[in-house]
């Protein structure tokens, strides 16, 4: 049975607190650049943080300005955005940014939209984000081990006239790997084991880079609370004790009708968000937890903790907001898509006999044994010469995507959001994703307009099922 170590964090109240906009450590709201450019870098090196209680071993870390999160980068949509990345660190990195449908050359995965930026280097990152969403940034450099040493942060763009709420709070759910002396576990990283089977998997959860946050509230305010999952691999269910949230935002896409989750539980694959509206309907001097469900047990991450004096007007209103929608591409045209299969293969218990890699066959046990490798799509392992479908801009792509593999896994897709048009065994969701979960033995396909013209990679967002085959890419122009 796998033992989570979780501390509490006791509330210690204060006007100032409530005053918080945030309850990121080291939050940074970016400026926006002016006709006389103004530059924010962003320092990627080591750093630690206090993952368990108070008194324990601090945790070395590698992280944005050497804290987990980093920054939170707060921009206007469509305005210009420019960021230098300076690598500190010991070995070559990038940064992704996940979810916006960015330039193809500012995509940050290295060796396809750029080169690694080496120990030392600096690269300048410039883009106008066109969605306003929650989002977030992350390397794309051997990504399996960099994000579990804690090199992520989030990337918020605002709307122009985004809902009413007392508070607007960043929410990231991660799952560390920690050995007893409260440091990561070098030692399993890029295992063979987590590489086959589910992935990395913690044995301590932290909510904004600590243990338990307590989030302090007042009876009547409303929140938007924007949910990040920044684990390697696992999937993670949150529920809000107490409290019926609504979801507004999926990937940063806005919905066209909000929803209660099933259970109250929003449940959310590595690199998944989703953005929520709360109503704090409790009494006075109440304390609710925040639980996270792991997939084995529901552990407290958090806590809102009532003030003992109500908001003056409450902001409470009857019906939930509805967001501006962001400016996706027109219609999809399905009668007349290209149509493109993804099947996925290998892992434990579900092995493929071969495969091929580096455009040689090689079976099984040689792939594991020479090459650390055991997944593939359409029966080729890791990244292919020739791109997975070529796709002239503006055409609609129909992909159907085929789990044939005894583990779920979080299809990410770069430089475009899909929809579900089919589904094998229910209705299609109908909701813009950039990061779709597809549950062992599930068959889906998913839509796009190719509007976005470069070599865009796709691949499973459990990290170490990347590592271990389960990548391609797609290029349109």
């Not at 206090?50 to 590698?62: F, K, M, N, S």
């Not at 305005?79 to 070995?91: C, E, G, H, M, R």
């Not at 809902?163 to 560390?176: A, K, S, T």
């Amino acid at each position: 049975m796998m033992r989570f170590t979780i501390t509490r964090r006791q509330f210690t109240g204060g006007a100032s607190a409530f005053a918080a906009a945030t309850v990121l450590a080291g939050s940074l709201k970016a400026q926006q650049p002016s006709t006389n450019e103004q530059v924010r870098r962003l320092t990627a090196k080591l750093g630690e943080a206090e993952l368990l209680e108070t008194d324990a071993p601090r945790t070395p870390i590698w992280g944005y300005e050497g804290h987990v999160p980093g920054p939170e980068l707060r921009v206007a949509q469509g305005k210009p955005v420019a960021i230098d990345l300076v690598n500190s660190l010991p070995q070559p990195t990038t940064i992704h940014w996940h979810g916006i449908r960015i330039d193809n050359s500012m995509d940050g995965v290295a060796g396809l939209t750029q080169t690694p930026v080496t120990p030392g280097e600096t690269f300048a990152y410039r883009f106008s984000p066109p969605d306003a969403g929650t989002y977030w940034y992350h390397p794309h450099n051997r990504t399996w081990e960099q994000l579990a040493r804690g090199l992520y942060g989030p990337f918020i763009v605002e709307e122009q006239q985004p809902p009413p709420c007392d508070q607007d709070l960043v929410l990231m759910i991660d799952d560390w790997r920690l050995g007893d002396n409260g440091h990561i576990d070098e030692a399993s990283l890029g295992s063979m084991h987590d590489i086959s089977h589910a992935g990395r998997l913690g044995n301590v959860l932290t909510l904004n880079g600590r243990g338990e946050q307590d989030i302090p509230v007042r009876a009547g305010q409303r929140l938007r609370l924007r949910l990040i999952n920044a684990a390697n691999a696992r999937i993670i269910g949150i529920t809000f004790e107490g409290h019926v949230p609504m979801v507004i935002a999926l990937d940063g896409q806005p919905l066209d009708r909000p929803f209660a989750p099933g259970n109250n539980l929003v449940r959310l694959a590595p690199a998944q968000r989703a953005d929520l509206i709360l109503d704090c309907d409790q009494d006075v001097g109440a304390q609710t937890s925040i639980l996270a469900d792991t997939g084995r047990e529901k552990l407290r991450i958090g806590r809102f903790v009532y003030h003992k004096e109500k908001r003056e007007r409450p902001n409470i209103l009857t019906d939930i907001p509805l967001l501006p929608q962001n400016p996706m591409p027109g219609a999809l045209d399905l009668d007349r898509a290209i149509n493109v299969d993804l099947e996925m293969t290998g892992g434990a218990m579900s092995a493929f006999e071969a495969a091929e890699y580096k455009g040689k066959r090689y079976g099984a046990r040689e792939l594991v044994r020479e090459h650390h490798k055991i997944w593939a799509f359409n029966g080729i392992v890791g990244m292919p010469q020739s791109p997975l479908m070529q796709i002239p801009l503006g055409k609609t792509v129909k992909v159907r995507i085929v789990n044939r593999t005894a583990w779920p896994h979080a299809m990410h897709f770069h430089g475009h959001h899909v929809k579900e048009v089919a589904h094998a065994r229910r209705t299609p969701l109908p909701y813009w994703r950039d990061t779709i979960l597809m549950e062992r033995g599930e068959e889906v396909t998913v839509a796009f307009l190719a509007h976005n013209p470069g070599r865009w990679m796709l691949h499973c967002h459990m990290l170490e099922h990347q590592a271990g085959g389960m990548s391609s890419w797609y290029e349109v122009a």
